[in-house]
């Protein structure tokens, strides 16, 4: 099993700046991808930034220029830091990896989420 564990989250003023970070713990072999997504009430899970073992990053448009994704291989951890907070970006932050698990012959890549963390930015 693997288990994804975010923390970080809370109430800010508008302008103003968080770190998320997730943990990832388990029979993990490797983690390909690690991502951040968030969902604000009454609408879908949607990206807001990915970035793979090799360092290459995507973002959401609205986001980019904010926000920035980190990771640490060694440590299965990945972060994100949030500045110039805005009351759009209010939501439920979901950690996502993608990860190898098993054993010789019997590899799977699946996807593994984190339980969530609130991020509320006031106006």
């Known amino acids: 099993q693997v288990q994804l564990v975010e923390s970080g989250g809370g109430l800010v003023q508008a302008g103003g700046s968080l770190r998320l970070s997730c943990a990832a713990s388990?029979?993990?072999?490797?983690?390909?991808?690690m991502g951040w997504y968030r969902q604000a009430p009454g609408k879908q899970r949607e990206l807001v930034a990915t970035?793979?073992?090799?360092?290459?990053?995507n973002y959401d448009d609205s986001v980019k220029d904010r926000f920035a994704i980190s990771r640490d291989n060694a440590k299965n951890t990945v972060s994100l830091q949030m500045n110039i907070l805005k009351p759009e970006d209010t939501a439920v932050y979901y950690c996502?990896?993608?990860?190898?698990?098993?054993?010789?012959?019997?590899?799977?890549?699946?996807?593994?989420w984190g339980q969530g963390t609130q991020v509320t930015v006031s106006s």
């Open positions: 996502n990896g993608y990860v190898l698990t098993g054993r010789s012959p019997n590899y799977r890549w699946s996807d593994y």
């Open positions: 388990g029979s993990i072999v490797s983690i390909n991808r």
């Open positions: 970035i793979t073992s090799g360092g290459s990053t």
